[in-house]
């Protein structure tokens, strides 16, 4: 099973910028289609942003669409959120979680997850 790491978590003012990024070790990150996941305190954990295993397709949550992206790099076994125009709202805690199928929005469709790095935005 593969292993995921994230990292890149912190303290970032509103309007501020952080990259996110989830390291794989375990199999080749080019086996998996990568989704991006966050849960904030009381709340439902909910979808950010999925890539798929080249790379050619990229989903986004509407509440991050513009300001996020995602992006991959298969060589170093790692997978990047840049989250730029940050907001109070999106403090949460951020998971990438890997499956072997086609690229998918759903949690549950996702059966290796990452412990987690949190992201609070406060001024």
């Known amino acids: 099973q593969v292993q995921l790491v994230e990292s890149g978590g912190g303290l970032v003012q509103p309007g501020g910028s952080l990259r996110l990024s989830c390291a794989a070790s375990?199999?080749?990150?080019?086996?998996?289609?990568i989704g991006w996941f966050r849960q904030a305190p009381g709340k439902e954990r909910e979808f950010v942003a999925a890539i798929s295993w080249g790379g050619g397709y990229q989903y986004y949550a509407d509440s991050v669409k513009g300001r996020f992206t995602i992006s991959r790099d298969n060589a170093k076994n790692t997978v990047y959120l840049q989250m730029s125009s940050l907001k109070a709202e999106d403090t949460a805690v951020y998971y990438c979680?890997?499956?072997?199928?086609?690229?998918?929005?759903?949690?549950?469709?996702?059966?290796?997850w990452g412990q987690g790095t949190q992201v609070t935005v406060s001024s």
């Open positions: 979680a890997a499956r072997t199928e086609y690229i998918s929005t759903n949690s549950a469709d996702f059966g290796s």
């Open positions: 375990g199999f080749p990150l080019d086996y998996f289609s």
